[in-house]
């Protein structure tokens, strides 16, 4: 992988990690089409630590203040003393199926699922379930329903958004899309399932990265050039990425998703027109 390559592929991380587009898929497909070699899931894991920081300075008063209730919840004998608390462990249960799952299918996550069929379909199919999730929330708004901020999320809608989350194992998938999808469905506002989707990814990002920068330590690193070209991805995609972060919250303050859900469609029909006809390899 060369510097120019590597500037690109950060870019394409720190735009589509936040929006529900999927990040996995367009590291996939946009190399397939301009003839590189597939980054690998191990590449892609690791550059997700800029986007990671991202989120930390964004959310950075937000996650002080959670991990300060926690802290003293924890030193008082109370851990759920206060909200601040509770969205911490919220969080800490809504990570425990996506960690399960990963690592039970983590063969088949890094091989046979980053198929180009595979990843053309979970983008289609999700953006359908995202479709079902807003005409849910149109509904309940219709009914005068009040959607749920922050301070109203209860136990079961983390842990329903965490199994939603879950999902985003399949590439094409979109981490940020399942979650926001998942919190449509729980009955958060879409600017508060955005918001919680950005802080359950912490953990998990987090730990992938580390996992897969120690295991696959040898290959990222073995030359000077491959980790100069991984630092510039990481870099890159974090700057990249804050700018998602503050577009997407602002954008679904007075916009559906739909954006999104037709753009997935769209490109996944061109993606398997594409595989049809041969233009380009499934694997």
């Known amino acids: 992988m060369n510097f120019l390559q590597a500037i690109i592929l950060g870019i394409i991380q720190g735009l589509t990690e936040f929006l529900p587009i999927s990040s996995t898929a367009h590291l996939r497909i946009i190399p397939a089409l301009l003839g590189w070699q ?45 909200r601040d608390a509770q969205l911490a462990w919220m969080i800490v249960i809504g990570t425990i199926p996506v960690v399960v799952l990963g690592v039970l299918f983590k063969k088949s996550i890094e091989n046979e699922w980053r198929s180009l069929y595979v990843i053309a379909g979970s983008m289609i199919a999700l953006a359908l379930v995202l479709m079902l999730a807003e ?6 708004v219709a ?6 901020t ?9 842990l329903l958004t965490g199994c939603a989350q879950a999902v985003a194992l399949i590439p094409g998938s979109s981490r940020s899309g399942t979650t926001i999808t998942g919190g449509l469905f729980v009955g958060m506002n879409r600017e508060t399932a955005a918001r919680f989707s950005f802080l359950l990814s912490l953990p998990s990002v987090l730990a992938a990265g580390v996992f897969e920068l120690i295991k696959q330590r040898h290959e990222l690193l073995s030359t000077e050039a491959g980790t100069v070209s991984l630092i510039i991805a990481t870099v890159i995609s974090g700057i990249v990425g804050y700018a998602s972060i503050a577009f997407l919250l602002n954008y679904l303050k007075k916009h559906t998703t739909y ?25």
């Open 38 to 82: 597939d980054p690998g899931a191990a590449f892609t894991a690791v550059i997700q630590f800029g986007t990671l920081v991202a989120v930390f300075i964004y959310f950075r008063r937000d996650i002080a203040a959670m991990i300060k209730g926690l802290l003293s919840g924890i030193g008082s004998g109370k851990p759920l003393q206060n």
């Open 150 to 158: 922050m301070e109203k999320l209860s136990w079961k809608d983390g």
């Open 259 to 283: 954006l999104f859900i037709i753009y997935r469609i769209v490109l996944g029909c061109i993606l398997l027109a594409l595989l049809a006809n041969g233009v380009l390899q499934p694997n």
């Open 135 to 140: 005409i849910l929330t149109r509904r309940r």
């Open 143 to 148: 009914r005068g329903q009040t959607l749920k």
